[in-house]
């Protein structure tokens, strides 16, 4: 398996994020990548690559020029405004909700952070957009290696990307690798991908970017969202839309959720993938559904991610995996490797 590395992924290091009403150190960090990469290592398993990076019209194929621009100049413009905003992370403070317009972009820059963000806890740095543009580069690279023949890829990198939406950053994400990829696949030749994101939360990005569209079959197993951010969206009454419609399934789950229930629930999600027949899969691939991890509810067990690769193997797909969630640091590297290596040892 081919693991396109993001070495650049830590230029992003937010300071703090805003959780439950405080200002926190920020759970997504560069150690959750290193964890992962060392686990790896250990195993030997897979052989890392360096991607080649994409121009940006290929990321206009999934985001909307004036987003990716905001994206590339934000620091610029955030000490522009005042030096000492170096020692600062960007927050947004305002957001266009109901009845308000969004498609005027403002010229001040506070209106355009919270234009295009959907959350408070997600910090912008100095490297944000070298370190999700690099990521974009390993989604669309591991991509294209699934149509050159590799039977599956992987991407580590971070920040991660589903809840990126077209035009807004949120959830620790800024570019939707996941959608990258599948776009790339359907451009380079592929009739018809799939996405399933196991997450503990649902891929709200995701979702939405390919919620009219019948050439993507997206699939979510996620945390209930009445519950459990991102909260607006996630439901299963949610099927998609126009050409769409049939090819959203989302599937909530209750807080305290085992493996036993998570497992059927994605044997459900294999079954409606298997009906589809696309050409290649792509996986965001979150762990944060393990039981020790400290912003989730759900209670799968190291060893239960053996059994998801093992289940998504036996789809006989090339499958793009692409690493999203997962805050338990010390036992991340095992989990997501354990889903990699059933995957590789099942066939």
């Known amino acids: 398996m081919l693991t396109f590395y993001n070495e650049l992924h830590a230029q992003h290091r937010g300071r703090h994020e805003i959780f439950r009403g405080e200002l926190v150190p920020c759970f997504e960090t560069p150690a959750r990548v290193d964890s992962v990469l060392a686990e790896l290592g250990r195993r030997g398993l897979g052989r890392i690559v360096t991607p080649q990076g994409v121009p940006l019209m290929s990321l206009e194929r999934i985001h909307t020029p004036r987003y990716l621009h905001f994206l590339r100049t934000a620091w610029s413009e955030w000490i522009a405004l005042d030096p000492a905003n170096a020692q600062k992370d960007a927050f947004p403070s305002v957001w266009p909700v109901r009845t308000l317009r969004d498609d005027i972009e403002p010229a001040n820059f506070s209106a355009r952070l919270g234009l295009y963000s959907m959350d408070s806890g997600t910090p912008l740095t100095a490297g944000t957009w070298t370190a999700a543009k690099t990521g974009a580069d390993c989604a669309v690279n591991a991509a294209h290696a699934l149509r050159l023949g590799e039977r599956a890829t992987f991407v580590l990198s971070r ?11 949120g959830g620790y994400c800024f570019l939707n690798n996941a959608a990258l990829a599948a776009q790339h696949l359907l451009d380079d030749g592929a009739r018809r991908v799939a996405i399933i994101d196991l997450d503990y939360r649902h891929g709200n990005g995701t979702q939405s970017i390919f919620y009219g569209r019948d050439d993507v079959l997206f699939i979510s197993l996620h945390a209930d969202p009445r519950d459990e951010y991102p909260f607006y969206l996630g439901h299963a009454d949610e099927r998609g839309e126009g050409a769409g419609h049939g090819y959203n399934l989302n599937i909530p789950l209750p807080a305290g959720t085992g493996a036993s229930a998570w497992l059927a629930a994605l044997e459900t999600a294999c079954i409606r993938l298997g009906g589809y027949a696309p050409d290649a899969l792509v996986v965001s691939l979150g762990v944060d559904t393990f039981g020790g991890d400290p912003l989730s509810r ?38 997501v490797v354990n889903v990699l290596e059933g995957f590789e040892t099942a066939l």
Not at 159 to 168: E, L, R, V
Request: without cysteine.
């Open 159 to 169: 920040p991660p990307g589903h809840h990126a939406g077209a035009d807004f950053y």
């Open 298 to 335: 759900f209670t799968l067990h190291s060893a239960d991610y053996l059994r998801i690769g093992e289940r998504l193997a036996y789809l006989g797909l090339p499958t793009a995996f692409i690493f999203e969630g997962g805050y338990a640091v010390k036992e991340l590297g095992v989990n």
